[in-house]
Nanobody
Framework: QVQLVESGGGLVQTGGSLRLSCAAS????????MGWFRRAPAKERECVAA????????YYADSVKGRFTISRDNAKNTVYLQMNSLKPEDTAVYYC???????????????????WGQGTQVTVSS
C-alpha cells in the first residue's frame, strides 16, 4: 500500500521558517517527479514546487521563488520543502504528491499527480 506522510507543519510568525518532510512507503519513488502543493481556504490547490527524480531540476511557483527550496533524498524515499521568509499568504494545507508519468516537463496541475499525502497545516501569523 502506497503511503505518503507529510510532517513539519505548524504555526510560525511572519519571517519565520519551517521544513516540511514527506516520507513515502509501499513503493520506491526515486524514478519519479515529486511535488509540493498547497491549498489555502477558498482557493484551488496550487503547485508550489516540484523536483525531478535526480534532484537536478526543480520548479517553483513565482510566489515562492527565492524563499522555498525543494530537495529529496532517494535513499530515504523522502522529499523536503524548506520554507523561509514565510508570509501570512503562505498559510495553507501543504501536500506532497508523486507524478509517475515520466513526463519530461514538470506538471503543475493536481490532476497530473498520482499519489498524495494527507496534508500538513502551515499557519503564518502576522
Amino acid at each position: 500500500q502506497v503511503q505518503l506522510v507529510e510532517s513539519g507543519g505548524g504555526l510560525v510568525q511572519t519571517g519565520g521558517s519551517l521544513r516540511l518532510s514527506c516520507a513515502a512507503s509501499g513503493r520506491t519513488f526515486s524514478s519519479y517527479t515529486m511535488g509540493w502543493f498547497r491549498r489555502a481556504p477558498a482557493k484551488e490547490r496550487e503547485c508550489v514546487a516540484a523536483i525531478d527524480w535526480s534532484g537536478g531540476s526543480t520548479y517553483y511557483a513565482d510566489s515562492v521563488k527565492g524563499r522555498f527550496t525543494i530537495s529529496r533524498d532517494n535513499a530515504k524515499n523522502t522529499v523536503y520543502l524548506q520554507m523561509n521568509s514565510l508570509k501570512p499568504e503562505d498559510t495553507a494545507v501543504y501536500y506532497c504528491a508523486v507524478d509517475i508519468s515520466l513526463a519530461r516537463r514538470f506538471h503543475v496541475r493536481a490532476q497530473e499527480y498520482d499519489y498524495w499525502g494527507q496534508g500538513t497545516q502551515v499557519t503564518v501569523s502576522s
